[in-house]
Antibody, heavy 118, light 108 residues
């Protein structure tokens, strides 16, 4: 079955960088677009970015545009999120998720926690 | 401030029925399919409804969805204590995905 496992979270100082990974299995990774979604403490779900299955088309939320970069390595079945110039408001649990075949966000990982604090 | 508007919270007794609404605009709900997600703290969100009213395999028929114009609704019948969770609607807004602010459902 579909499995998504995020890693790379941790504590980082404001202005710092972090790279998240999402290891995918149980489906043909290269065929699907992939999302990053986050949830800040006490807040709702916030969509962060998508990379389509062509690996070139990427769209970002305004809140992370210019600071975050989404990428994928289909040979490793892995999705990445490079996060630079981190701010306190980026503190959240970050989830990776598949883009489904019916215009939905389909399968989700368990999330990895990122804390931006001095 | 979310692009899609949901009531922040609601409550109902076990066995009852609830409807959770999601209001948007012609740029999002009015122009694409709506999906619904259940999120229990500390767990991965789960897809409940896609294409406005379709259930993935394994989702009981107690959960239903509908859409009319720029609004969508999630219905849950025969409420169970295990249904206590946060519920989110979601859809495309042009090239961006958007979620509602979420509705916290308490099953008393």
């Amino acid at each position: 079955q579909v499995q998504l496992v995020e890693s790379g979270g941790g504590v980082v100082q404001p202005g710092g960088s972090l790279r998240l990974s999402c290891a995918a299995s149980g489906f043909t990774f290269s065929h699907y677009g992939m999302h990053w979604v986050r949830q800040a403490p006490g807040k709702g779900l916030e969509w962060v970015a998508i990379i389509w299955n062509d690996g070139r088309t990427k769209v970002y939320a305004d809140s992370v545009q210019g600071r975050f970069s989404i990428s994928r390595d289909d040979s490793k079945n892995t999705l990445y999120l490079q996060m630079n110039s981190l701010r306190a408001e980026d503190t959240a649990v970050y989830y990776c998720a598949t883009d489904g075949s019916h215009r939905e966000v389909d399968h989700w990982g368990q999330g990895t926690r990122v804390t931006v604090s001095s | 401030q979310s692009v899609l508007t949901q009531s922040p919270s609601m409550s109902a007794a076990p066995g009852q029925k609830v409807t959770i609404s999601c209001s948007g605009s012609s740029s999002n709900i009015g122009n694409d399919y709506v999906s619904w997600y259940q999120h229990l703290p500390g767990t991965a969100p789960k897809l409940l409804i896609y294409e406005n009213n379709e259930r993935p395999s394994g989702i009981p028929d107690r959960f239903s969805g509908s859409k009319s114009g720029t609004s969508a609704t999630l219905g849950i019948t025969g409420l169970q204590t295990g249904d206590e969770a946060d519920y989110y609607c979601g859809t495309w807004n042009g090239n961006f995905w958007v979620f509602g602010g979420g509705t916290k459902l308490t099953v008393l």
